[in-house]
């Protein structure tokens, strides 16, 4: 399918012919009861899940404790995958961001091939740009650029001594890298989970390595604790200084909460860019670079250069809708729209900013 204009409308359209054509290649009651026919996208696009479960035992990682056992592909074919994102009122094909890797690892033996077989349907039917995280070398990385020629490509890295991470070691990563690079993607170095006490010992040389590898931009991001992740994090590696950081009490067994980490943050930025590299304030941001898009949804844009897009797809789409706005402010910075008549619905916000590219208030 080719898209030859991209006006919300358009979008919509074709969001609507997908479903139509599809319908006989799908299993409808299935596909419509997935998770991905009605979650609502995250702040970094709508991440995809090819699978569930992963047999890697990072120490950090908090999948168990999302009662998921085992390692698991969808049971969704590609083409099922498309027709549930379709069929989500949140999804705009060609716009929204999608992230794969993150309740499983997307290069696992049990999932790679529905890995593939997901990112070849999206970029058939839906052309979204694609970003997938990993740990893992994919076994034929030629594959990523067939499905998307633009694929934002981040690995992951906690530590250079890789003590976290057992059954992943940090100097294949740096090999793959290379190897990722080499064939003209931009791979990114994602720096998560940063753990204090461990992520910042020796984090020159993994920056260093990185840099030696081809990588051009680093993204970083913060641990995310449950009580049991705590628990062996502390006991393990004596880390007192996790606990002191834990934002707020736990709700319960199965609760993650952030820790702050803004001082490391800083730390590991400033080291980076004496070294050259470019700092991504979030995954997203590597996905809109790597895609030549822009944004300029949150304050820590815009990321690429945005400009405002058509004020006209605003009032086409509330006309659809029967909903009648003012636009009070149309700009690269806000949108702010007053409902005179009709029922507005969080996914008109959602549909809008992911087209846009820009915050949108209601008053
Ligand atoms: S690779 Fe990711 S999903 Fe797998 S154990 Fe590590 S953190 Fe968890
Ligand atoms: S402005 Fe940049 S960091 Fe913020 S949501 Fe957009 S891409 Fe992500």
């Known amino acids: 399918m080719i898209y030859t204009k991209e006006k919300l409308m358009d979008l919509l359209d074709a969001k609507r012919q997908i ?45 168990c404790d999302m009662e998921i056992s085992g390692v698991k592909a969808s049971d969704l074919t590609g083409v099922e995958l498309v027709y549930a994102l379709a069929f989500n009122k949140y999804f705009l094909p060609k716009k929204t961001l999608i992230a794969i890797g993150s309740i499983t690892e997307p290069f696992l033996p049990e999932i790679e091939s529905k890995t593939y077989e997901f990112m070849e349907s999206i970029s058939k039917y839906l052309k979204n740009p694609i970003q997938v995280s990993t740990k893992l070398c994919p076994s034929d990385p030629r594959r990523l650029i067939e499905c998307d020629e633009c694929i934002s490509f981040l690995m992951s890295f906690s530590s250079y001594l890789g003590e976290l991470e057992p059954s992943v070691n940090v100097l294949d990563r740096i090999e793959c890298l290379k190897k990722i690079i080499s064939l003209g993607i931009e791979a990114v170095g994602f720096i998560r989970p940063i753990v204090p006490g461990i992520t910042e010992k020796h984090i020159d040389e993994l920056l260093i390595s990185l840099k030696e590898a081809g990588v051009r931009a680093i993204v970083l991001g913060s641990l995310r604790v449950t009580p049991r992740v705590l628990n062996i994090l502390s006991k393990r590696f004596h880390l007192k200084e996790i606990s002191k950081r834990v934002k707020r009490r736990f709700k319960d067994r199965n609760d993650q909460v952030p820790l702050d980490v803004r001082d490391l943050k800083m730390k590991i930025k400033k080291i980076a860019k004496e070294l050259g590299l470019r700092i991504f304030p979030f995954a997203c941001s590597a996905n809109i670079i790597s895609h030549k898009m822009s944004c300029n949804l949150c304050h820590l844009g815009p990321c690429g250069r945005h400009k405002i897009g058509d004020e006209e797809s605003i009032y086409e789409y509330f006309e659809s809708r029967r909903i009648k706005v003012e636009v009070l402010e149309f700009s690269r910075d806000i949108i702010v729209l007053k409902i005179v008549k009709g029922k507005y619905q969080s996914y008109d916000k959602v549909l809008l900013e992911t087209y846009y590219k820009i915050p949108v208030k209601v008053k």
Not at 31 to 52: A, L
Request: with cysteine.
């Open 19 to 63: 479903l139509k054509d599809l319908r006989d290649a799908v299993n409808v009651r299935k596909v419509v009861n997935n998770e991905h026919s009605q979650r609502k996208p995250i702040f970094c696009g709508m991440t995809v899940h090819p699978g569930d479960g992963c047999s890697l035992g990072c120490l950090y990682c908090y999948v």
